[in-house]
Nanobody
Framework: QVQLVESGGGSVQTGGSLRLSCAASGYAYNTYYLGWFRRAPGKEREGIAS???????SYADSVKGRFTISKDNAKNSLYLQMNSLKPEDTAMYYC???????????????????WGQGTQVTVSS
C-alpha cells in the first residue's frame, strides 16, 4: 500500500518562502512520477508541479520561476521549494504519485493513483 505524508506547511507573509516535504512508503519510489497539487478555498484542485522518474520537471504557469520540485530517491522523499509567496498561493497542498499516465498530462489529477492528506499553506499580505 502506497502512503504519502506531507509536511512543512504553515503561515508566512507575502514574499516569504516555505519548503514542503512528502515522505513516501510502500512502493519502489523511483518508478513513479510525482506531483504537487493545491486546492484554494472555493476552487478546484490544480496541478502545480510534476517530476518524472528520471527527473524531468514541469510547472504550472502560476508558479513557474518561484517554485521548485525535487526528489531524493534514497530518502523516498519529494519536495516543493516555494519562494516569493503570494496571498493567492494560499491553499491546501497535496503530493501525489502515479504510474501509467500520459507524460503530457502530469499536471492533471486523473493521472495519479495515490495522494497524501495535504498540508495547509497560508500567505498573508
Amino acid at each position: 500500500q502506497v502512503q504519502l505524508v506531507e509536511s512543512g506547511g504553515g503561515s508566512v507573509q507575502t514574499g516569504g518562502s516555505l519548503r514542503l516535504s512528502c515522505a513516501a512508503s510502500g512502493y519502489a519510489y523511483n518508478t513513479y512520477y510525482l506531483g504537487w497539487f493545491r486546492r484554494a478555498p472555493g476552487k478546484e484542485r490544480e496541478g502545480i508541479a510534476s517530476i518524472k522518474p528520471l527527473g524531468t520537471t514541469s510547472y504550472a504557469d502560476s508558479v513557474k520561476g518561484r517554485f521548485t520540485i525535487s526528489k531524493d530517491n534514497a530518502k523516498n522523499s519529494l519536495y516543493l521549494q516555494m519562494n516569493s509567496l503570494k496571498p493567492e498561493d494560499t491553499a491546501m497542498y497535496y503530493c501525489a504519485a502515479g504510474q501509467g499516465g500520459r507524460w503530457s498530462g502530469l499536471l492533471y489529477e486523473y493521472n495519479y493513483q495515490y495522494w497524501g492528506q495535504g498540508t495547509q499553506v497560508t500567505v498573508s499580505s
